[in-house]
């Protein structure tokens, strides 16, 4: 039997309700809960969708409804047919990519044989996070948006599409949504008038009970992670593999100004295995000078041994700790005070403040109107969590320990391609890493937290283990070696190439000369560009590399490697080195140069093409010129030059991998 929506039958109230809301030991309030339970499903992959939706989760329980908050992939999703209200909070990463703990969500919500009226009993709706400056801005929440209400599902308003470049960030477009969004649910499910809405500057009890050991516990647990895998279970975020480091060698210049890493890992016993595309997730840790000065400004001491206890059932423990965990090993390994802040860190701080002054100007940097000002004392200089409690010590020495992991979140691992192939290194995995350093108008440089700690080990000097696991990654290259494959990997984008290309010239792909139409493909009647060795010339389809650097003597990675390939007919790469002339020249520059090339690989041979690097400007400046390609050598018009490049991206015959 149909629902009637926009009821306002107000919800049962038993006779305890009377009491429902009491001030506790901390000065929180304890919460009972009227009978809606919502749900907030989200996909995050840098936490900012994460904070949303425990914001959400926040605001909810303000409101006295109960509120569950979970990943989507962790959500039994043949579940949602049974929910009546459910909000879905999803970031959108890459070229419009779902992120990578929504995936399996993703594909089983785009199943063709769920019927039309699966969700017919949910009201939802879908708040959105991403960056208008990429093609596809947030075209995961618009396209989620768009299916939820094909299977049945009653929007409650359109789809929230919260901007990471406005001046005041994504909360210019939540705040106002959110505001929409309580009208609706409130008026489709009422609150009983005995419970009133919990105030904002109280603080809700905290997630997780720190019960603190008078002494070291007898038994310690186990590391997490191991150096060898006895069971069938293959590493993962649960239980990484601890990979003994063996090499890490700066691969630029000395006088380049960025350090940029070669580093290699032993894999032996850890049963890991992958593929030319796949990438490698490393959980990194604090710097030892910043876990001290953390533990010095909060008053905690370091070798203090807890458990965690939730407050309520069904919440489970935070993935990476064990139990007992030392403070050391909570501050070290789990929370991210590396990071910068977001709002809901302040509002939590000012919640727990004893010091009048700091609470006051808390509450402002937390407050919807003080946005500017967190923006310009936060965002713009990335002033870090560690910086902010510094700045403001009464209330970072009030902290209270239970409160600790709801307002610092979890050190979150870092994705990097794989750039070697275990036919050409076995028992090895290589990356190829940017050191991340850069100055603000703060005095301490910004680094990266990640790229950092990496530098910073030194496996000539100590054994060194890192905690590592792998996945697939968003590039996959054909099969057949004999396929040709245009890549395009300006920078570290050529790191998953170097992988792809060992990966086919091990397998036997050599590129050599067999089609006599050499000079009708190639297309040049006066010679190839300069910026093509001779060599290449005497090569036909196969694997063609578009790299492009600085300098050829600074950050030309694997220069000798390449040239080596290049002789022996199983490479034909092309350079572009933007400052050695006057006028820059980039990747796409070389790519419009050899059009002709291009467009008889892509039409003619069945070429697969690849980009990797920098997400900003650069593939939009390369589909730019594929489209320029398309109509000039391909004699398309404007609509079927973009029909055509849809296809190729359809048929995976165009994939990108970029990255912030």
Known sequence: MPRRRGTSTSLPVDSGRQKAARICGLGHWCVVMPSLQMLVLFGSQTGT??????????????????????????????????????IFVCATTGQGDPPDNMKNFWRFIFRKNLPATSLCQLDFAVLGLGDSSYAKFNFVAKKLHRRLLQLGGSALLPAC???????????????????????????????????????????????FILQLFQDAPSTVPQESATSSLDSSQLPSESQPFLAPMVMNQRVTGPSHFQDVRLIEFD?????????????????????????????????????????????EPGVSSPPGLPQPCSVWHL???????????????????????????????????????????LCEYCSRPRRTILEVLCDFPHSAGAI?????????????????????????????????????????????????????????????????????????????????????????????????????????????????CRDPRLGHLWGWPTGPPASVRPEATLHSPGNFLFFGCRWRDQDFYWKAEWQDLEKRGCLTLVTAFSREQEQKVYVQHRLQELGPLVWELLDCHGAYFYLAGNAKSMPADITEVLMSIFQEHGGLSGPDAATYLARLQRTLHFQAETWA
């Open 161 to 207: 599409l919260a901007d990471d470049q406005h001046e005041l960030g994504p909360d210019a477009a939540i705040d106002p949504w959110l505001g929409t969004l309580w009208e609706k649910v409130l008026g489709l499910h009422p609150v009983p008038l005995d419970l009133p809405e919990i105030p904002s500057g109280v603080p809700l009890p905290s997630t």
């Open 267 to 311: 894999i032996t016993g850890s049963g890991i295995s992958f593929v030319a595309g796949d990438v490698v997730l490393i959980q990194p840790s604090n710097s030892a000078a910043n876990v001290q000065q953390f533990c010095q400004v909060l008053g905690l001491d370091p070798d203090q041994w807890f458990t965690l206890q939730p407050r």
């Open 331 to 373: 501050v070290t390994r789990y929370l991210d005070i590396a990071s910068v802040p977001r709002r809901s860190f302040f509002e939590l701080l000012a919640c727990l403040s004893p010091h009048e002054l700091e609470r006051e100007k808390l509450l402002e940097l937390s407050s919807a109107t003080g946005q500017e000002l």
């Open 400 to 512: 209270p320990p239970d409160y600790l992991l709801d307002l610092i979140p979890r050190i979150r691992p870092r994705a990097f391609s794989i750039t070697s192939s275990l036919l050409v290194h076995p028992n090895r995995l290589q990356i190829l890493m940017a050191v991340v350093q850069y100055q603000t108008r703060l005095r301490e440089p910004r680094r990266g937290l990640c790229s950092s700690w990496l530098a910073s080990l030194d496996p000539g000097q100590d054994p060194i283990r890192v905690p590592l696991w792998v996945r697939p990654g968003s590039l996959a290259f054909p099969e057949s070696p004999d396929i040709p494959v245009i890549m395009v990997g300006p920078g570290t984008g050529v790191a998953p190439f170097r992988a792809a290309i060992q990966e086919r010239v091990a397998q036997g792909q050599t590129s050599e």
């Open 49 to 86: 969708a994460q904070d949303a939706a425990e914001r959400l989760g926040r605001e909810a329980r303000r409101r006295r409804f109960g509120c569950r908050v979970q990943e989507l992939d962790s959500y039994a999703v043949a579940n949602l047919i049974r929910e009546p209200l459910v």
